[in-house]
T-cell receptor, first 111, second 115 residues
Framework: RKEVEQDPGPFNVPEGATVAFNCTYS??????FFWYRQDCRKEPKLLMS???SGNEDGRFTAQLNRASQYISLLIRDSKLSDSATYLC????????????FGTGTQLKVEL | NAGVMQNPRHLVRRRGQEARLRCSPM?????VYWYRQLPEEGLKFMVY????????ESGMPKERFSAEFPKEGPSILRIQQVVRGDSAAYFC?????????????FGSGTRLTVV
């Protein structure tokens, strides 16, 4: 089983749609969680951290369910500029900040 | 406030040559991480270094690959006798500490092509 699993997509959605990405992780002792965004042929950029209480940043909402080892990202009112690959990232406990990346979910927002 | 600086951006090497990839962390960051991204694949951890020390090299191939982070100067990822399978994007990231409650900042990457 992969340490971090994501649906690769692509998710093709119209502008203005709400889209949700899911991710599962295998190490129950993992201590911190993130969503990164990667544009084609660019470096990954931190989108947001993910907390058990859930957190929101504008149109983006992230949620963590430790019991189910499940992380989600919700994008509301999607824009063309949201088109990218979204990477689920986990820091296993004792990993010394060695982050483990999922393979990413590709999002294409269309007119 | 310069971010993580990697150079070169693009590097072409013939099979059997050496590739040297450089990474200067953000100011004040003493922890450096190297990741490799093969075409159509996710980022894979290679090595984690602090100044003058390799902390975790569990993701480094056993042969031909080495990394260093000297007291002065950038971190270097060195690949000897490159083969076609080494063609990938190599990303460096840095962080100020290791408590892990925040993510890394990545450099723009070096795209290595072996011909």
């Amino acid at each position: 089983r992969k340490e971090v699993e994501q649906d690769p997509g692509p998710f093709n959605v119209p502008e203005g749609a709400t889209v949700a990405f899911n991710c599962t992780y295998s190490n129950s002792a993992s201590q911190s969680f993130f969503w990164y965004r990667q544009d084609c042929r660019k470096e990954p950029k931190l989108l947001m951290s993910v907390y058990s209480s859930g957190n929101e940043d504008g149109r983006f909402t992230a949620q963590l369910n430790r019991a189910s080892q499940y992380i989600s990202l919700l994008i509301r009112d999607s824009k063309l500029s949201d088109s990218a690959t979204y990477l689920c990232v986990v820091n296993p406990r004792g990993g010394g900040n060695k982050l483990t990346f999922g393979t990413g979910t590709q999002l294409k927002v269309e007119l | 406030n310069a971010g993580v600086m990697q150079n070169p951006r693009h590097l072409v090497r013939r099979r059997g040559q050496e590739a040297r990839l450089r990474c200067s962390p953000m100011k004040g960051h003493s922890h450096v991480y190297w990741y490799r991204q093969l075409p159509e694949e996710g980022l894979k951890f290679m090595v984690y270094l602090q100044k003058e020390n390799i902390i975790d090299e569990s993701g480094m191939p056993k042969e031909r690959f080495s990394a260093e982070f000297p007291k002065e100067g950038p971190s270097i990822l060195r690949i000897q006798q490159v083969v076609r399978g080494d063609s990938a994007a190599y990303f460096c990231a840095s962080s100020p500490r290791i408590d892990g409650d925040y993510g890394y900042t990545f450099g723009s990457g070096t795209r290595l092509t072996v011909v």
